[in-house]
């Protein structure tokens, strides 16, 4: 069974920079499209990245120059590194792991913004 595990989040002021890890387990984490998602309170959660198994990448409009995702395929992790940051990034950040039909949420992290 696959498990994601979340770390890096914390308070921040604006315009500081974060960087999250998503570990992954229990399958081939080089087949798995991976991404990030974020619900912020009172809202429903949406996509913010998204890298596939060829490294691609793509972002939401809002976060675009300012969030960057990458993946460690030997350490089995994916990051999402966030600059910039802004009080509308407040939010509960879910790393994603997909290869279709399955797919699998970790746990979350909450990321505040505030000055």
């Known amino acids: 069974q696959v498990q994601l595990v979340e770390s890096g989040g914390g308070l921040v002021q604006p315009g500081e920079s974060l960087k999250l890890s998503c570990k992954f387990s229990?399958?081939?984490?080089?087949?798995?499209?991976m991404s990030w998602y974020r619900q912020a309170p009172g809202q429903r959660r949406e996509p913010v990245a998204f890298?596939?198994?060829?490294?691609?990448?793509n972002y939401t409009d809002s976060v675009k120059g300012r969030f960057t995702i990458s993946r460690d395929n030997p350490r089995s992790t994916v990051y999402l590194q966030i600059n910039s940051l802004r009080p509308e990034d407040t939010a509960v950040y879910y790393c994603?792991?997909?290869?279709?039909?399955?797919?699998?949420w970790g746990q979350g992290i909450q990321v505040t913004v505030s000055s």
């Open positions: 890298i596939s198994i060829a490294d691609r990448t």
């Open positions: 994603h792991a997909a290869l279709a039909p399955v797919e699998f």
């Open positions: 229990g399958s081939i984490f080089r087949a798995y499209y």
